[in-house]
C-alpha cells in the first residue's frame, strides 16, 4: 500500500500570513490531486498535477509536484479566513483505479 | 444538479445490527467508490465500482458489502455493525475509470455513522 503523509496535521495562522503544506511520500505517483473539505461537506478538487516539478497557481494558492513525483506542496498567500478547512492530497498511478489519500492538514485563519 | 446523494446523514446502530447507506449519481458516471473518514487517518478506500455489475475491493472492505446493479446506484452495506466502524462515510464518483487522469472525484456530503 502506497502511503502518503501530510504535515503539519494542525495550522493555526493569523488571516493575511503565508503558509506552506507539505504531502510526502516514499511512492512514485503518477499524479496528485489537492482537495479541500469543510465541516459537513465532501472534498472538493482545488488542482490536479500529473507532471514531475510542475507548477500550478489558483489565485492564492500555489501547488508543486517535486521532481521525483514523490512529493508536493501547497502555498497559500495572504491566507484569508475562506481558506479554513481539511487539505487533503490524493495520489494515484495509471493504470490503477484507486486514489490514495494522505492524513490531511486542518488549516484555521484567524480573522 | 444534484451531483452525489448521500443517505442517511446520520445514523446510530447497535453493535450487530445490519443497515445500508445509500449513495446515488445522476451525472452517468462510471466510477464509483466508498471512502471511510477517521481523525487523523485521511480517508481509506473501502470498495469501489468500474461500472455497472463490476465491483472490487479498497484498502478496508472487511465488514462492508456493496452492489452496483446501476450506473446511477452504489449502495453500501454492512452486515454486523460493530463499534470499529464508527466514522464518517462518504461515496464518491468519476466520469472514468481513472478518475486522476481524466476526471475529478465527486463526493457526497457523507453519513455520519456512530455504533453503540
Not at chain 2, 461500472?51 to 454492512?78: C, H, K, M, W
Amino acid at each position: 500500500t502506497q502511503l502518503l503523509e501530510q504535515s503539519p496535521q494542525f495550522l493555526s495562522i493569523q488571516e493575511g500570513e503565508n503558509l506552506t503544506v507539505y504531502c510526502n511520500s516514499s511512492s512514485v505517483f503518477s499524479s496528485l490531486q489537492w482537495y479541500r473539505q469543510e465541516p459537513g461537506e465532501g472534498p472538493v478538487l482545488l488542482v490536479t498535477v500529473v507532471t514531475g516539478g510542475e507548477v500550478k497557481k489558483l489565485k492564492r494558492l500555489t501547488f508543486q509536484f517535486g521532481d521525483a513525483r514523490k512529493d508536493s506542496s501547497l502555498h497559500i498567500t495572504a491566507a484569508q479566513p475562506g481558506d479554513t478547512g481539511l487539505y487533503l492530497c490524493g495520489g494515484a498511478n495509471f493504470g490503477n483505479e484507486k486514489l490514495t489519500f494522505g492524513t490531511g492538514t486542518r488549516l484555521t485563519i484567524i480573522p | 444538479n444534484a451531483g452525489v446523494t448521500q443517505t442517511p446523514k446520520f445514523q446510530v446502530l447497535k453493535t450487530g445490527q445490519s443497515m445500508t447507506l445509500q449513495c446515488a449519481q445522476d451525472m452517468n458516471h462510471e466510477y464509483m467508490s466508498w471512502y471511510r473518514q477517521d481523525p487523523g487517518m485521511g480517508l481509506r478506500l473501502i470498495h469501489y465500482s468500474v461500472g455497472a455489475g463490476i465491483t472490487d475491493q479498497g484498502e478496508v472492505p472487511n465488514g462492508y458489502n456493496v452492489s452496483r446493479s446501476t450506473t446511477e446506484d452504489f449502495p453500501l452495506r454492512l452486515l454486523s455493525a460493530a463499534p470499529s466502524q464508527t466514522s464518517v462515510y462518504f461515496c464518491a464518483s468519476s466520469q472514468t475509470h481513472y478518475p486522476p487522469y481524466n476526471s475529478p472525484l465527486h463526493f457526497g456530503n457523507g453519513t455520519r455513522l456512530t455504533v453503540t
